[in-house]
């Protein structure tokens, strides 16, 4: 039971990403004086998608997220009443269903432009201690202190890219983030970059983010999201959003060919010969990854002040289930209830 827990960094990760996600790409109209984006949104009625941060600008996002966990294993085919009871009771003693909380604090800053377009982004976050309690309402884990993020970035606004970043205080493994996963983030968002949407339009984006699970041939993941916009009113734009994830991994076997050298084909090859040149079965190279399936959908909604692009609110609520399978062992199923909450404040205003 316990190693089937350890599944419980995929989930918190995909909550931590999603979160942090939510403050760090706003969608937008264009880069334009305030006064011409609300005449622009009133006479036309829709709105420019832009994802790229802004200089001079100075943005506080806080973030809120409970999720409910449950997890059940299946007894094997042919698995005695002695070995079902054991598993029985370590399942009674993990006290599922789970329930965690976490809230996420950041604060966005950009410096001024020079000539050639390039602005600094500096992002200062605190992340509470994530609270684990199991069905008794019993703490689970040990206990976790704040982290302070702390992320310093060089941008170039004629350009839309990242000219370097440099990320410290960040645990990749408890939040799923990384230098290289939040460049990807940022910039998987390029392509709905200026597109235009009406109100009762939608417009959708693949989020191919490396979740921190280990990814290999076997592996195929899609999430994407979709926005919807349901009006624009007073320089704010109101989104429905959706999300869908699925998630395969086949759990093939790692391909021992290069290592195992072919058998000989000669009449006098001894036994030994014949035996040091099969792959060797027990080699933990060898043997096959676990299989996992898994899916989700999530829905909510965000208003989004257009002139600044400030996420002004959030809300998200997401299922997710998910099985995993290996061989010899009982195959896992996963549920997972989970509700976000944001909102954000211009801090120059």
Same mark, same amino acid.
């Given at each position: 039971?316990?190693?089937?827990?350890?599944? =419980?960094?995929?989930?918190? *990760?995909?909550?931590?990403?999603?979160?942090?996600?939510?403050?760090?790409?706003?969608?937008?109209?264009?880069?334009?004086?305030?006064?011409?984006?609300?005449?622009?949104?009133?006479?036309?009625?829709?709105?420019?998608?832009?994802?790229?941060?802004?200089?001079?600008?100075?943005?506080? +996002?806080?973030?809120? %997220?409970?999720?409910?966990?449950?997890?059940?294993?299946? #007894?094997?085919? *042919?698995?005695?009443?002695?070995?079902?009871?054991?598993?029985?009771?370590?399942?009674?003693?993990? /006290?599922?269903?789970?329930?965690?909380?976490?809230?996420?604090?950041?604060?966005?800053?950009?410096?001024?432009?020079? /000539?050639?377009?390039?602005?600094? !982004?500096? !992002?200062?976050?605190?992340?509470?201690?994530?609270?684990?309690?199991?069905?008794?309402?019993?703490?689970?884990?040990?206990?976790? @202190? =704040?982290?302070?993020? /702390? +992320? &310093?970035?060089?941008?170039?606004?004629? =350009?839309?890219?990242?000219?370097?970043?440099?990320?410290?205080?960040?645990?990749?493994?408890?939040?799923?983030?990384?230098?290289?996963?939040?460049?990807?983030?940022?910039?998987? %968002?390029?392509?709905?970059? *200026?597109?235009?949407?009406?109100?009762?339009?939608?417009?959708?984006?693949?989020?191919?983010?490396?979740? #921190? +699970?280990?990814?290999?041939?076997?592996?195929?993941?899609? %999430?994407?999201? $979709?926005?919807?916009?349901?009006?624009?009113?007073?320089?704010?734009?109101?989104?429905?959003?959706?999300?869908?994830?699925? %998630?395969?991994?086949?759990?093939?076997?790692?391909?021992?060919?290069?290592?195992? @050298? #072919?058998?000989?084909?000669?009449?006098?090859?001894?036994?030994?010969?014949?035996?040091?040149?099969?792959?060797? @079965?027990?080699?933990?190279?060898?043997?096959?990854?676990?299989?996992?399936?898994?899916?989700?959908? *999530?829905?909510?909604?965000?208003?989004?002040? !257009?002139? &600044?692009?400030?996420?002004?609110?959030?809300?998200?609520?997401?299922?997710?289930?998910?099985?995993?399978?290996?061989?010899? /062992?009982?195959?896992?199923?996963?549920?997972?209830?989970?509700?976000?909450?944001?909102?954000?404040?211009?801090?120059? $205003?």
């Amino acid at each position: 039971m316990s190693q089937h827990l350890k599944s =419980t960094g995929l989930t918190r *990760g995909l909550a931590a990403l999603l979160l942090l996600s939510a403050g760090l790409l706003p969608a937008s109209q264009a880069a334009t004086p305030k006064a011409k984006v609300a005449a622009a949104a009133a006479a036309t009625n829709e709105v420019e998608l832009r994802f790229f941060p802004l200089p001079q600008q100075r943005h506080q +996002i806080r973030s809120v %997220m409970a999720m409910k966990m449950d997890m059940r294993m299946e #007894p094997l085919e *042919g698995m005695s009443e002695d070995e079902r009871a054991k598993m029985e009771q370590a399942m009674q003693a993990a /006290k599922m269903p789970m329930t965690m909380r976490s809230e996420f604090d950041q604060q966005m800053t950009t410096t001024a432009a020079d /000539k050639q377009g390039n602005f600094q !982004l500096q !992002l200062r976050g605190k992340s509470l201690p994530m609270e684990m309690t199991n069905a008794a309402g019993e703490r689970v884990g040990p206990p976790k @202190a =704040t982290m302070d993020i /702390k +992320i &310093d970035a060089k941008l170039n606004q004629k =350009t839309g890219s990242f000219e370097s970043m440099k990320v410290a205080g960040l645990d990749a493994a408890a939040s799923g983030m990384s230098e290289g996963l939040l460049k990807q983030l940022l910039m998987s %968002m390029r392509g709905l970059e *200026g597109r235009r949407l009406k109100v009762g339009e939608s417009a959708e984006m693949p989020l191919d983010m490396a979740l #921190p +699970i280990p990814k290999g041939p076997g592996m195929n993941l899609k %999430m994407v999201g $979709r926005y919807t916009l349901l009006k624009l009113e007073q320089g704010v734009a109101d989104f429905d959003v959706g999300v869908s994830i699925s %998630m395969d991994m086949d759990g093939s076997t790692p391909d021992a060919a290069s290592s195992a @050298a #072919p058998a000989s084909s000669s009449p006098d090859a001894s036994a030994a010969d014949t035996a040091s040149s099969a792959p060797a @079965a027990a080699d933990p190279k060898n043997q096959p990854m676990p299989s996992m399936k898994a899916s989700g959908q *999530g829905k909510g909604r965000m208003s989004l002040r !257009l002139a &600044d692009r400030l996420m002004l609110t959030q809300q998200m609520e997401m299922t997710m289930s998910m099985r995993i399978e290996a061989a010899g /062992k009982p195959a896992m199923n996963m549920s997972m209830d989970m509700q976000m909450e944001a909102s954000g404040k211009n801090l120059k $205003r």
